[in-house]
Structure formats: C-alpha cells, structure tokens
C-alpha cells in the first residue's frame, strides 16, 4: 500500500480539502479521500456508488488532484500559489 495526498474541492468550488490516506492505487485513494471527507461534513457514511464520478456527483466533492506520498501544510502551499 502507497500513501497518497489527495487534493479536492466542494461543487461551488469555494471550498478546498486535502486528505493523506493509504490505498493500493490513485482511484481507491480517491474514493476513500471522498468519503472521509463527507463524512466530516455531513456526520455520515458517503452513499454506495460504483464509480468515482457517481460518488464525486453524489456527494458534491471533487478530485483536482493526486500526489504519492504525504504532503503536510498543502493547503497552505495552494493558498500561497493562488494568492500569486
């Protein structure tokens, strides 16, 4: 297992988060980086879906992007580039 740093944000695009999971591949670090995050926010489970697309519309967060490994203070990094 690979540890992944996933970057999404909310459907009106006003709201970012970052989640640091483990998973065998980009697609399963997606999907859990999802529903931990809905589950945050919404205080339950993400529904069942079979692709990342149906979930990412099911819930209304996005993926804008995946890195391998852990990145800590990502947010702060993306604040300072968008700021530029």
Known sequence: MATY?????TKDGFDRFTNVTQAD????AATKAIQDEFIKREYRRAPETHTLAELENK??????G???GEHENLNDTIDRHADA
């Open 59 to 64: 819930t209304g967060l996005f993926i804008a």
């Open 66 to 68: 995946i890195l391998e």
């Open 25 to 28: 591949d980009e697609q399963e």
């Open 5 to 9: 740093t996933v970057i999404g944000f």
